[in-house]
């Protein structure tokens, strides 16, 4: 399973979302620092879910972090953001 599946698999789990989008942007991050060859290192997600209603953008971010933890302490460098709920 690529690690874009498991954040997909993740977010839909941990948050019912209405619409989730994983970018790969790893490629357009070649030569900086956390790119590994192969990709799957910068990853963009727009988020949008009932479950962020009631949370500060802070509140939103760490709990998008706590679920993708061992991603996060395995292989992915950077995630870019957009969360929002409905």
């Known amino acids: ?3 874009a599946e498991r ?3 993740k977010l839909q789990a941990a948050f019912a979302p209405d619409h989730l989008e994983i970018i790969d942007e790893s490629e357009s991050h070649r030569g900086h620092g956390g790119y590994v060859e192969g990709g799957e ?13 009631d949370m500060n953008r802070v509140a939103q971010q760490r709990a ?3 679920a ?3 991603e996060l302490d395995e292989r992915v460098h950077a995630l870019s953001l957009d969360v929002a709920g409905v």
């Open 64 to 66: 998008i972090y706590a």
């Open 7 to 9: 954040i997909e698999q």
């Open 41 to 53: 290192t910068h990853f963009k997600v727009i988020i949008r879910a009932a479950a962020f209603n």
């Open 68 to 70: 993708l933890k061992a």
């Open 1 to 3: 399973m690529t690690y």
